[in-house]
């Protein structure tokens, strides 16, 4: 620019020089305004205004739990018809029912909430002595974990360190984890960390849960848990709605058939039915 003052504007007064080159500017400046305006209009990616939508009912909490990289990119995917809204259990009812409507799925899910399946604990015997660094992923690479339980919860740590809202915590008495219902956004990131895959959802509307995920004959489970379902029945018999029955060794409630009167927690001789809000 000084070269330019030197042949061009030497003869002209002070203002001029000053106002000539800014002149130039401003006119580039407006140039390159438009042609990036028109660019920006030629090239623009169009959005579907569903996903704006979908976005603003979705819960916000960016956890992860639906298995995408935040809310973003699962409402852009329910949009493609690549996921389920059932998939964020941190969104409520209300909302899933809305961009279920909307996006023409009818796939609004029940509400859930997430419990531990797992009674074992202190109750439970131990293979050997954990001294290593880590938690439950870590743990469960040296012969499948501590506990003698094959799917026994090994109460090491690493639902509490994924839950960012403190609702996955340790009972260090009883010596397994439990979910905090009051805390919990049911995200199910601690359930998708868990190792042994004890942290499940069962229907907010639930009023009991079975507390073990052992297929094994009751003996076998008997040897080693004293707080393990053994598979014996009681809790079928003395249910009058028939909403309990024994799958593969392991007592199964029928939600849709469970009215909530606790006979079988009751008789369970293994004490490993438990209450979903206690």
Known sequence: MNLLNAIVFTDLPVYAQILIPAGILFVLGAVFAVLLAFLSNKFKVSVDERVTDVRAHLSGANCGGCGFAGCDAFAEALVKGEASVSS????????????????????????????????????????????GYGDCQSMQLLAGGRKACPVGCMAAGTCTNVCHHNAAEIDNNKGYSNINLDKCVNCGVCASHCPKKLIQPVPKSAKYYVA?????????????????????GMCARNCSEGAITVVDNLAVIDYTKCIGCGKCAEKCPSKCIKKVFD
């Open 212 to 232: 073990c995920s052992n297929h094994e004959k009751g003996k076998d489970v008997r040897s080693y848990c004293k707080a393990g379902c053994i598979g014996c």
């Open 88 to 131: 964020c259990n941190a969104t409520s009812k209300e909302n899933k029912a809305y961009i279920a409507a909307l996006l023409g799925s009818g796939d609004a899910g029940e509400e859930t909430v997430y419990v531990v399946k797992c009674n074992g604990g202190t109750q439970c015997k131990e293979k050997y002595d954990y001294q």
